[in-house]
Nanobody, 118 residues
């Protein structure tokens, strides 16, 4: 089983930025999604990047503020988050899919908390 580990969460002020990381041995074989879940709300999909990094997909509401990328030499996928809003406060998860961005998720990370507040 692939062990996904997220990092980079924390407390930031509105308008600030964070870069989240998702790391796992063998991650180069997988497309990777980013999702989030706020207290009392359903899990929300944010993005997906192909295993090679050649293609990336975003939910329409995230375009322009969030960017996903990967460094396969480091077995790491990133989510750069800019212009953060209080509404972005949530636990952020990465999820690996061996079949690509159109396939179902195979493995989940345990999440990292992002809090946007002044």
């Amino acid at each position: 089983q692939v062990q996904l580990v997220e990092s980079g969460g924390g407390l930031v002020q509105p308008g600030g930025s964070l870069r989240l990381s998702c790391a796992a041995s063998g991650l180069t074989l997988y497309a990777v999604r980013w999702l989030r879940q706020a207290p009392g709300k359903e899990r929300e999909g944010l993005s997906c990047i192909s295993s090679s990094g050649d293609r990336a997909y975003y939910e329409n509401s995230m375009k322009g503020r969030f960017t996903t990328s990967r460094d396969n030499a480091k077995n790491t996928v990133y989510l750069q988050m800019n212009s953060l809003k209080p509404e972005d406060t949530a636990t952020y998860f990465c999820a690996a899919a061996r079949g690509g961005c159109l396939s179902t998720t195979d493995y989940w990370g345990e999440g990292t908390l992002v809090t946007v507040s002044s």
